[in-house]
């Protein structure tokens, strides 16, 4: 069983930076992709970015339009950890950014059914 845990989020002016943290637990030599999903009131929740993460090879990432050249998704497998680096907000980033990861391996999902353990969240606020 993979647990995540967010950390990280906050509030922040427009133009600000935050990065965010997944420390997942319970991973095995499998390998697992790593995604961050934002959820707004009323809304599906929505992939940002997703980063492949398989034990000796190299890694594939996905980003949504929208926070293309302004968010970076990256992984420390000696920490099991996985970052958001998120520059340039926008009030349009807000939401509660959750980390999920999927079994998939072979390529990239992008729908919340396709990943199999989540994280509760954590709230990124942007002020305008």
């Known amino acids: 069983q993979v647990h995540l845990v967010e950390s990280g989020g906050g509030l922040v002016q427009a133009g600000g930076s935050l990065r965010l943290s997944c420390a997942a637990s319970?991973?095995?030599?499998?390998?697992?992709?790593v995604g961050w999903f934002r959820q707004e009131p009323g809304k599906e929740r929505e992939l940002v970015t997703a980063i492949s993460w398989e034990n000796n090879k190299g890694s594939t990432t996905f980003y949504t339009d929208s926070v293309k050249g302004r968010f970076t998704i990256s992984r420390e497998n000696a920490k099991n950890t996985v970052y958001l680096q998120m520059n340039s907000l926008k009030p349009e980033d807000t939401g509660i950014y959750h980390c999920a990861a999927s079994t998939i391996t072979w390529t990239l999902p992008r729908m919340p059914g396709s990943f199999d353990f989540w994280g509760q969240g954590t709230q990124v606020t942007v002020s305008s």
């Open positions: 319970g991973v095995t030599d499998s390998g697992l992709t």
